[in-house]
T-cell receptor, first 111, second 117 residues
Framework: DAKTTQPPSMDCAEGRAANLPCNHS???????VYWYRQIHSQGPQYIIH???NNETNEMASLIITEDRKSSTLILPHATLRDTAVYYC????????????FGTGTQLKVEL | GAVVSQHPSWVICKSGTSVKIECRSL??????MFWYRQFPKQSLMLMAT?????????EQGVEKDKFLINHASLTLSTLTVTSAHPEDSSFYIC?????????????FGPGTRLTVL
């Protein structure tokens, strides 16, 4: 699976959009980009995933560049409860594929 | 949405004893479950892949005789930490993949905090 690079930490004001970048320059054509987050002392939570088209759900939007070498997770209106570590993971779909967590980005949402 | 539970949520035990942690998929079936370990201020590290009806697959460096995994049904996997020592104190998290799911989405349990005295 391709490796990812994320900034170790980011701050965001409550109510503003949080844009979390991820570089995955070695991604292959059939690898998806997944985003999970982990609030302190809890299990990770699935956010969104995509292959090459931009995706949106009730939690966030995922913007993938045309060359697929990077992506951005957007939380449109961040709240204090969005404070968490956000993990960007790339992997093949299909049974047996394992999620490998990097160090992620610690997002801190402040008043 | 799919829910995964873990029991217990926290446990304190004496050094040398064994501790069993349960992971259940509450509203879906999972042929594959995963066990992770997380030390303070570190990321999740995959320990093993639990397969229903067959032996678990352990990651490199994880002792299979120390961390016993049993996946006896499509909704239950257990992790037993045998002869626990203080260095085994950690946050243990399981996840499960929905058998009927079309994506690779995994659902995670809330975690079990193990403290070995």
């Amino acid at each position: 699976d391709a490796k990812t690079t994320q900034p170790p930490s980011m701050d965001c004001a409550e109510g503003r959009a949080a844009n979390l970048p991820c570089n995955h320059s070695t991604i292959s054509g059939n690898e998806y980009v997944y985003w999970y987050r982990q609030i302190h002392s809890q299990g990770p939570q699935y956010i969104i995933h995509g292959l090459k088209n931009n995706e949106t759900n009730e939690m966030a939007s995922l913007i993938i560049t045309e060359d697929r070498k990077s992506s951005t997770l957007i939380l449109p209106h961040a709240t204090l409860r969005d404070t968490a570590v956000y993990y960007c993971i790339v992997l093949l779909t299909g049974g047996g594929n394992k999620l490998t967590f990097g160090t992620g980005t610690q997002l801190k949402v402040e008043l | 949405g799919a829910v995964v539970s873990q029991h217990p949520s926290w446990v304190i035990c004496k050094s040398g004893t064994s501790v069993k942690i349960e992971c259940r998929s509450l509203d879906f079936q999972a042929t594959t479950m995963f066990w992770y370990r997380q030390f303070p201020k570190q990321s999740l590290m995959l320990m093993a892949t639990s397969n229903e009806g067959s032996k678990a697959t352990y990651e490199q460096g994880v002792e299979k005789d120390k961390f016993l995994i049993n996946h006896a049904s499509l909704t239950l996997s257990t992790l037993t930490v045998t002869s626990a020592h203080p260095e085994d104190s950690s946050f243990y998290i399981c996840s499960a993949r929905d058998l009927a799911g079309v994506s690779n989405e995994q659902f995670f349990g809330p975690g079990t905090r193990l403290t070995v005295l």
